[in-house]
């Protein structure tokens, strides 16, 4: 029997991953403080070098204010009052430049270049194509992207989704950029489809501190506002970067030390952002003189939180033993908490070298934190994000912070509080809406009520399940509104996989990424209009909303003329679908509405509890807060109390010779957008194939810095390798390692989720590190 030769051209998938190539590392010492002149330097260098100067000082000056647009780079909310005339830090500039760029990628781009092709090039190479101007499709074994018209578009969509078996087969992806009239649409429209499959991205973000907050406190949102910082005596950061992720926070942090407040990091790495600030808006700041904004800086071991707060509560016990009535709030525990007595008992039955050796930190700098805690008036705010969200134990971890802050009644009075920092810019907001694969009854009973319909009550997936639906059982059609679901997922390969049993994949897009080259056997791409852009409907300029971190609804109104006369809103976009989708099965008159924007708010305002006179209120400069239970001190839990839960102390281990490694961002992305290869504050410059360890254990290894690791992860007796990547040695405890995402998704197991939340683990990575097989 002969066998059958080779075809001449084997056809090549496109890349999952980007190339493993260097571009040419530098490496400097790390900052000791952030912003001051190079932000602004950076800011317009990125703004004017994507948009000109023209169009980048248009933008800018709309940016944050209260007749502007919402800066799409994270949820950190704007003052209520006083706005600076430059409300922005340099990474929302970034995010600005981004997407006013004058750069296009038009149908001559994606006739040079094929799928195959562009999957070789970089995510920073794709991201500097510029944007999107007209909608295209990738015929099934097509190997170019070929212009194609809206309407077709649309036709395409229905057809696909009305011939899969059922609804479930649809997975409906939002990313937190989508606007709150988008997101309000989108879900009406896939509920009557007939699936609750919401996946959104923050599954992969803050479900955990949802998840945490919603048992303990009855509301899975934070429970401050901004101008309770002033008023702070002590601000936990933990788990969080906010000098490159939420760098406005800075000055609001800078300010509450200049009131007294004393900050305190939690954070493996030596983070320069959190050391001090220089305010790029203050001449002290612009000479590069800097506030030290730490007091006490907590190396925690990667996932070693849990283990720091039980230390805290177990400190503050002591305290409380030795000065009876002075340190706990017990009126507060008597009146508005339930279980803290066996909670109590738990902390006391946990040693302390079980708390030394889980959090890596010592009990003197836990007692002193705790007594720094238990002093003044016990104004405690605690700020987190991915670095307690995203790890096995994230939800126990993040019920341990609000244990501490019940002990000391530190919730629902001024300057006291819970304060999860929100990433995308309207995650909160599209949850509010109902973007969620389980959103409760009385959501739904309203939904149906108001759009005469019955929504489906079995809840649908969530990001890790719909990659394993799709992974598992192909031919489902996946949409995704905004975002780049193959690269902010866990398990690239994996994921790759899932996507291409899709018979479509269509993603909702300003900008070009690796979620449109790793597709279905057909794929869309849908190219809307950017927030900072002018969003006319039959010949009236509209404006969205947004929800920030601290639950103010606010308005956004784009300024700029849009990068082609092609694109539509997300709204609109999301009206077509639904309209050519459900055709007769649906009474809603989609387009009418997506051509004003004030009759979706409307429906809002018929549907979710706290958005009465909803079109009259967002027009009010600033937009008004949603209730919010926990601050007003009434808990929608089923004890109608906070609630204390004993969770068993817990912590991924690694054995001898591992690493746990975490997965983070550069001081040049946002999420998975790469504007540029350095990490400023970090002192990397060129590179983001990078893995920080600790000197030693680099020593330990026989590596040298700046050689090249391959990294194996390992999880339940399978393997995943991640190739050529430069070893850094950087300030942080041993056995801790870090690496950028996205580079290193293909290291995380999609089975390995947090408890509860299912969120990916993307902070506790377990891994070998060895010397490049290629070297
Ligand atoms: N410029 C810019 N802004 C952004 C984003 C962006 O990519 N770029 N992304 C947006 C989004 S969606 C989000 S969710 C936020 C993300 O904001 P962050 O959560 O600040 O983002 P990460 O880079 O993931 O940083 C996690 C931090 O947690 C620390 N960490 C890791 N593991 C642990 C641990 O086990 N314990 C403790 N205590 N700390 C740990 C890391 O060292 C790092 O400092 O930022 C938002 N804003
Ligand atoms: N390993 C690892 N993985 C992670 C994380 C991590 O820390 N480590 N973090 C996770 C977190 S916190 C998050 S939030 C997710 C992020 O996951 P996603 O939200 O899915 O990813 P983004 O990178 O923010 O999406 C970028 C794309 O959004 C599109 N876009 C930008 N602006 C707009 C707009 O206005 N409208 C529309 N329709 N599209 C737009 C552009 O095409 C751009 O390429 O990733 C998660 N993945
Ligand atoms: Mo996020």
Not at 465 to 476: D, F, L, N, R, Y
Not at 619 to 634: D, H, I, K, Q, W
Request: proline share 6%.
């Amino acid at each position: 029997m002969s066998s059958r030769p080779a075809p001449p051209h084997e056809p090549v998938l496109p890349a999952a991953q980007p190339p493993e190539e260097h571009t040419g590392i530098h490496v400097g010492s790390p900052s000791h403080a952030a912003a001051g002149l190079p932000a602004v330097l950076s800011s317009l260098n990125h703004v004017f070098g994507q948009a000109g100067v023209v169009r980048g000082t248009e933008a800018l000056l709309k940016l944050n204010q209260k007749n502007g647009f919402d800066c799409p780079s994270c949820a950190w909310p704007d003052p209520d009052d006083h706005r600076a005339p430059a409300e922005f830090c340099e990474n929302g500039a970034k995010a600005i430049a981004a997407e006013a760029t004058t750069r296009k990628a038009t149908r001559d781009f994606f006739a040079r270049y094929s799928i195959t092709e562009l999957a070789a090039e970089s995510d920073y190479w794709l991201e500097q194509q510029g944007r999107l101007v007209e909608p295209m499709l990738l015929e099934a074994g097509g190997t170019h992207y070929k212009p194609v018209s809206w309407d077709q578009a649309f036709q395409i969509i229905s057809t696909e989704l009305n011939q899969l078996p059922s609804p479930d087969d649809g997975v409906f992806y939002t990313s937190g950029r989508a606007s709150n009239e988008a997101a309000f649409l989108y879900q009406l429209f896939v509920r009557q489809f007939g699936t609750n499959n919401l996946p959104d991205c923050s599954n992969m973000c803050h479900e955990s501190s949802g998840c945490a907050l919603k048992a303990t406190v009855g509301v899975g949102k934070g429970t401050v506002r901004l101008d309770d910082f002033a008023q702070a005596d002590t601000i936990l950061v933990v788990g969080q970067n906010p000098g490159t992720n939420h760098p406005r926070m800075l000055s609001t942090l800078q300010a509450a030390v200049r009131k007294g407040a004393k900050v305190i990091a939690v954070n493996p790495l030596i983070e320069p952002g959190l050391l001090g600030f220089k305010h790029p808006q203050e001449v002290s700041g612009m000479m590069g003189l800097s506030t030290k904004l730490t007091t006490q800086y907590l190396q925690v071991k990667v996932n070693g939180d849990m283990a720091l707060f039980r230390g805290i509560a177990k400190a503050l016990l002591a305290l409380e033993e030795a000065s009876p009535g002075k340190v706990l709030d017990d009126t507060f525990l008597r009146q508005h908490t339930t279980g803290f007595a066996e909670y109590a008992t738990l902390v006391r039955q946990t040693s302390w070298s079980e708390i030394v050796d889980g959090s890596g930190i010592a009990q003197e700098e836990i007692e002193k934190l705790a007594r720094q805690l238990a002093g003044g008036q016990k104004r405690v705010i605690s700020c987190w994000a991915m670095g307690l969200t995203q790890h096995r134990n994230a939800v126990a971890t993040i019920q341990e912070v609000t244990h501490v802050h019940l002990m000391l009644g530190a919730l629902g009075r001024p300057g006291a509080g819970l304060c999860p920092v929100r990433g995308h810019s309207n995650v909160q907001g599209d949850r509010t809406m109902g973007i969620f694969e389980k959103m409760p009854d009385a959501f739904l009973d309203k939904l149906g009520q108001v759009f005469s319909f019955n929504p489906p009550r079995h809840h649908g997936y969530d990001v890790v399940m719909a990659i394993k639906a799709m992974h598992e059982s192909p031919g489902k059609v996946f949409i995704g509104l905004g975002g780049n679901f193959l690269s902010a997922t866990p398990d690239t390969e994996f994921t790759a996989t899932a996507l291409r049993n899709c018979h479509l994949t269509a993603q909702v897009s300003t900008k070009l990424n690796r979620s449109h080259l790793i597709t279905g056997k057909r794929a869309l791409i849908l190219p809307c209009l950017g927030r900072s852009e002018m969003d006319y409907q039959s010949g009236m300029p509209q404006f969205v909303t947004v929800e920030d971190s601290m639950s103010v609804v606010h308005m956004s109104q784009g300024n700029l003329r849009p990068a082609s006369d092609k694109l539509l809103s997300e709204t609109m976009i999301v009206a077509r679908i639904a309209e050519a989708t459900l055709a007769k099965q649906t009474s809603v008159p989609w387009t009418q509405l997506a051509s004003n924007y004030d009759l979706i708010r409307e429906k809002i305002e018929a549907v979710i509890p706290g958005f009465e006179n909803f079109n009259e209120r967002v027009r009010r400069p600033g937009g008004f807060y949603l209730p919010n239970g926990a601050r007003e001190l009434t808990f929608d839990t089923p004890a109608r109390k906070a609630t204390f839960i004993a969770n068993a102390l817990q912590s991924v281990q690694p054995e001898p010779g591992q690493f746990l490694l975490q997965t983070l961002r550069s001081h040049d992305q946002f999420n998975t957008t790469v504007y540029g290869l350095h990490d400023r504050y970090r002192g990397i410059s060129n590179e983001r194939r990078i893995i920080f360890l600790n000197p030693e254990d680099l020593r330990g290894l026989g590596i040298l810095p700046l050689r090249p690791v391959d990294i194996t992860s390992h999880w339940q007796g399978q393997t995943r390798l991640a190739r050529n990547f430069l070893a850094i040695p950087y300030d942080m405890p041993r056995g801790s390692a870090a690496a950028y995402f996205p580079e290193a998704n293909v290291l995380v197991p999609v089975d390995s989720t947090a408890e509860q939340s299912n969120t990916p683990t993307s902070k506790s990575v377990i891994i070998t590190v060895a010397p490049a097989a290629s070297a």
